[in-house]
């Protein structure tokens, strides 16, 4: 039912290529590995990766277990003044909060590295065995890294992970495909002027699934 998230810095191939992040996703009874992927920082795509993997597998969690990193909280929430809160004002969900939402997903803020002890355990663990295995392997980038992580973390789950006395799934099924992709993606708001919109310094034209030129009102 409970999903813990974490990622961790760690110089994951001891000198041979870059430090790394590793994000994950620990099932908190079982301590099954759900999903594990390398990023160069801790960052929203790592989150989405390990989201995208974890829902495909095994669906979706009704409940997730985090710190309170920006990525998962927006800073400006305890910056709201009392009038402002009983006014009703809310502050934006960051990119994740959404996604969270929108599977239906409760999400836990956890108020110390103790509280989500089951994760922290797990990255002590990793350091150990993921670095040794893939320093047999040697692989010393992160597209490799990454290529390996599917294999180990079966491996790892025959040994580590616990049966459930009840093994029918706490998880929901997965939406539609279509459905889960415009969910766990990165969206943000744009203005349209005529047929186009500017994303980060470049202008693109909108079009039809035909590729004509959409012709919208000024004030979209």
């Known amino acids: 039912m409970l999903v813990q998230l974490d990622a961790s810095p760690f110089d994951w191939f001891e000198g041979r290529g870059p430090k790394l992040e590793l994000h994950g996703a620990i099932d908190d009874v079982t301590s099954k590995v759900l999903a594990l992927y390398f990023r160069p920082n801790e960052d929203l795509r790592g989150y989405l990766e390990v989201l995208e993997r974890m829902t495909a597998d095994y669906g979706i969690p009704r409940a997730v277990y985090t710190d309170g990193h920006t990525i998962f909280f927006s800073p400006k929430k305890d910056k709201l003044t009392i009038e402002e809160e009983l006014a009703g004002k809310q502050v934006a969900l960051t990119q994740l909060g959404r996604v969270f939402e929108e599977l239906g997903v409760s999400h836990i803020h956890a108020r110390s590295p103790q509280a989500k002890g089951r994760i922290e355990r797990l990255w002590e663990t990793l350091q150990g065995r993921l670095m040794v295995e893939m320093r047999i392997e040697g692989i010393s980038s992160i597209e490799e890294a990454n290529e390996f992580l599917p294999g180990f973390i079966e491996k790892y789950n025959k040994q ?39 994303y980060y310094g470049q202008k693109y034209q909108l079009v039809d699934e035909k590729g004509n030129i959409l012709s919208l009102p000024s004030n979209i």
């Open 160 to 198: 580590f992970a616990v049966e459930p006395a009840d093994p029918e799934s706490a998880f929901a099924a997965p939406m539609a495909k279509g459905k889960m992709e415009s969910i766990i993606c990165l969206r943000e708001e744009r203005t349209a002027t005529g047929s186009t919109i500017s």
